[in-house]
């Protein structure tokens, strides 16, 4: 299984981006998705995850401001991010994983795309 994430780039406070991991394989539907994000000198941390029913949880920093969705025809996994902050600057990565209670990541790691917030 490969994890393909895509959408990152530069953009001003405020502004917005959509973020893609495209998954190869027939395997999608099977799992939860989740994105993580790490900042420079800080830990990888969840920002989002999406149950394989489509229920969504959020971290307390991004909650009205981010949009978890997928799309089990497209085997793909979206961020919408909305309203973003400089302190959203990260490399994001997608996983493929499961809840068990709470999301717990699995081993299939996307390679990462950066986003910047700057002006």
């Known amino acids: 299984v490969q994890l393909q994430a895509s959408g990152g780039g530069l953009v001003q406070p405020g502004g917005s981006l959509r973020l893609s991991c495209a998954t190869s394989g027939n395997i999608f539907s099977m799992y939860a998705m989740a994105w993580y994000r790490q900042a420079p000198g800080k830990q990888r941390e969840l920002v989002a995850g999406?149950?394989?029913?489509?229920?969504?949880n959020y971290a307390d920093s991004v909650k009205g401001r981010f949009t978890i969705s997928r799309d089990d025809a497209k085997n793909t996994v979206y961020l919408q991010m909305k309203s973003l902050k400089p302190e959203d600057t990260a490399v994001y990565y997608c996983n493929a994983g499961n809840y068990y209670g709470a999301y717990v990541p699995g081993r299939y790691w996307g390679q990462g795309t950066l986003v910047t917030v700057s002006s």
């Open positions: 999406i149950s394989r029913g489509g229920s969504a």
